[in-house]
């Protein structure tokens, strides 16, 4: 069963299509990765599905209510952490829980056992300011205060943003804990890595849907022979390996340089004696499995 779905969703700011046409559907209790650059229309699509802004043409449904004509009362249902950390940055952290948790007609003792994970670690923090905490603790007083209230979908725009690769994946931890209570976490991010942690994910891009399917089948569906190509110079490695006849693409991949190829018919003895005899050193060609980002960056060139 679907917990949030939308159809034809469209909207636009002056001559900016920033929706297309979304059409998306997210089933009760997996984590949904909504994976795209900045720009490419995650937090206009969050803001929708949150009752924060109408959409243009299209329709949407979240825990089987319409975000438009039944905006307040999905508003009980929804827990949303937005991109930007909102939360009051005078009040205490315990002072923004118990702020949070009041609008909802709730409090921290009523709901504590499905935050406690992940209000121990800032508990000793609990009379600090919110604008004082560090950014990984930022993140995660804001998701204590999206789930006081105990919400059966929870939004979460980029919450990996700005926040160190260690409490990046503790957050991650924490959503995949979350599960056991059976809420729907709707999750964007610009970070490629972070698509493999989803069930589910769909790319985007200038607004469109380019693919939905599972980060396994994803990267199964990369078309082409993939390398990963080391010499001493990696600018003009990649150059040349550009202008290899047969060379779908190349780009800089970590300390690599990945290249896709058009023609099946080349191979590592191919491409290393390519590179051999324009004089690059220390060359290493071997074959690598596609990664997200792989499948990304061929869905925007192909």
């Given amino acids: 069963m679907s ?10 700011y002056g001559e900016v299509q920033a929706l297309k046409n979304i059409n998306l559907s997210v089933r009760e209790g997996e984590i949904f990765g909504l994976i795209g650059p900045d720009g490419a229309g995650k937090t206009t699509l969050f803001r929708i599905l949150a009752t924060l802004l109408l959409p243009d043409s299209g329709s949407a449904r979240v825990a089987g209510l319409d975000p438009v004509g039944d905006y307040k009362k999905l508003r009980t249902k929804l827990g949303y952490m937005p991109g930007r950390f909102s939360l009051y940055q005078d009040l205490t952290v315990r002072e923004n829980l118990e702020f949070f948790a009041s609008v909802f007609g709730s409090s921290i003792e009523e709901n504590y ?4 994970e992940i209000y121990v670690q800032i508990e000793p923090f609990r009379d600090r300011r919110a604008g004082a905490l560090s950014g990984g ?13 105990k919400p059966e979908v929870l939004l979460l725009d980029e919450p990996g943003t700005g926040v160190d690769p260690v409490s990046r994946q503790e957050f991650w931890d924490m959503l995949r804990r979350l599960r056991q209570w059976g809420i729907t976490i709707l999750v964007s991010t610009p970070y490629m890595d972070e698509a493999e942690l989803c069930d589910r994910i769909a790319l985007i891009q200038q607004g469109e849907i380019l693919t939905i399917d599972t980060p396994e089948k994803v990267r199964a569906a990369y078309p082409r022979p993939l390398f990963a190509v080391r010499a001493d110079d990696m600018y003009r490695l990649i150059r040349d390996l550009r202008e290899l006849p047969g060379a779908a693409g190349c780009y800089a991949f970590g300390e690599s340089a990945h290249l896709s190829l058009r023609d099946t018919a080349i191979g590592l003895d191919d491409v290393r004696r390519y590179l051999i ?7 290493e060609v071997s074959p690598t499995p596609a990664t ?5 960056i061929e869905f925007l060139n192909h």
């Fill in 3 to 12: 917990s949030i779905t939308t159809t034809n969703l469209s909207k636009a």
């Fill in 113 to 116: 056992e499905l935050i406690r």
């Fill in 137 to 149: 603790m930022k993140q995660k007083l804001a998701l204590c205060c999206a789930l006081i209230h």
């Fill in 277 to 283: 005899e324009r004089r690059h050193e220390a060359v």
């Fill in 292 to 296: 997200i980002e792989d499948c990304f």
